[in-house]
């Protein structure tokens, strides 16, 4: 099935309106256990970032429009029992800064290899969520000496053999007058919001800013991912590390029919459809989320 790269430039940045409109359903609260924001230099950009836990790396690569704080509290939680944790903010996005006036997917990429420089971490793990999954392919092309295993959740390769979602969520994320629980149900299979009318009480405690005109800086990111001879497509042969694809089998936003299509690709992937489960899986489901992760690194 082919697709219009435009329609999935809508979906995302709708997915990002969800996380923002979400902020305004949570209650405030301060956890003495978050560490604190620590950053570093790279190039045209300074890069806000958090560590958690201890043991062997693994670098967490968020979603479109969204900041490190938007990460499941429960699925941190768990993973940082086993792993060092590292959840940063995109280049002008959150905390970071950014002096650059356009960047691709590539250019997230090397601002992750420079993070982990600065860092002193020659080799690490690697999870990246929704565009944060672009993130982590471009990275694991372009560096794979740095990676040791690579876990890709609810993404898809870019080009335009991307699969689109269906035309009734087209319309609820392409629709201005869309209301906040309409644009939340996304997230979620149908049969799950039917026994949880407040989807919002799910999400994390998000207080980091909204920058929109790296927001829009992304948009174009995004454009030139789903664009024809864009993503990775081309270049997925190339990863020999262990792969993990996972996703809902009702992920209404990035059908998982999109991992399968990584998965003929990857050779050294393995592939996981959580039944009941959809784009908010980590949400939905933290803690099935994060023992899939764990196992899968473990193994």
Known sequence: MKNRPIVLIFTVISIGIILILSNSCMKESNDPSDPEVKYVEITKAKIAYKIYGSGDPLIMCIGYAS????????????????????????????????????????????????????????????????????????????????????????????????????QDIIDILSNPSSTPLELLSTLFPDDWLANHSEPWKFLPDAKEPYNVETIGLQYYAVQNWLSPGGGSAGHLTQLKMPVLLICGNQDKVVPNINSSILADSIHSSSIIKVQDSGHGMMYQMPETFANYVLIFLAE
């Not at 699925?75 to 590292?86: F, P, S």
């Open 67 to 166: 900041n490190m704080d938007l990460w499941s509290t429960k699925a941190i939680e768990m993973l940082q029992k086993k792993y060092q944790l590292i959840v940063f903010d995109y280049r002008g996005m959150g905390f970071s800064t950014n002096t650059d006036t356009s960047f691709t997917i590539g250019t997230l990429a090397d601002d992750v290899s420079e993070l982990l420089n600065q860092l002193n971490i020659s080799k690490t793990h690697v999870l990246g969520w929704s565009m944060g999954g672009y993130v982590a392919q471009m990275f694991a092309i372009k560096h794979p000496e740095k990676v040791n295993k690579l876990v890709l959740y609810a993404t898809n390769c870019g080009d335009t053999i991307t699969v689109n979602p269906s």
